[in-house]
């Protein structure tokens, strides 16, 4: 069983910068794709964020590129958003999420392809 726990999440200002978190347990994390959501209120959930089981390849939803990056420590169970430049249009639950295959040669866009998921964590961006 896996259990996904965000932290980081709060209320800034137009520009400002968070790094959220998230904290995995289990023995997969280190074999898995690990991606972040985000869902609006009204609105479906996002792709925002995607990284390689071992780190060697990132990739972005288009309203976040070139402002946030994902990372990831495995030896600490945890991935990584670091959200720069942020937008009122930011303001959103984040949500990580753990692609259960491993070692998988892909990364998938679609929730529906991600098996566990954490509660998230409240990004609030005022202008």
């Known amino acids: 069983q896996v259990q996904l726990v965000e932290s980081g999440g709060g209320s800034v200002q137009a520009g400002d910068s968070l790094r959220l978190s998230c904290v995995a347990s289990?023995?997969?994390?280190?074999?898995?794709?690990m991606a972040w959501f985000r869902q609006a209120p009204g609105q479906e959930r996002e792709f925002v964020a995607a990284i390689a089981w071992n780190g060697g390849a990132t990739t972005y939803g288009d309203s976040v590129k070139g402002r946030f990056t994902i990372s990831r420590v495995n030896a600490k169970n945890t991935v990584y958003l670091q959200m720069n430049s942020l937008k009122p249009e930011d303001t959103a639950a984040y949500y990580c999420?753990?692609?259960?295959?491993?070692?998988?040669?892909?990364?998938?866009?679609?929730?529906?392809?991600?098996?566990?998921w954490g509660q998230g964590t409240q990004v609030t961006v005022s202008s």
């Open positions: 289990g023995r997969t994390f280190s074999s898995s794709v």
């Open positions: 999420a753990l692609d259960r295959r491993l070692y998988a040669s892909r990364i998938y866009y679609d929730t529906a392809e991600y098996e566990y």
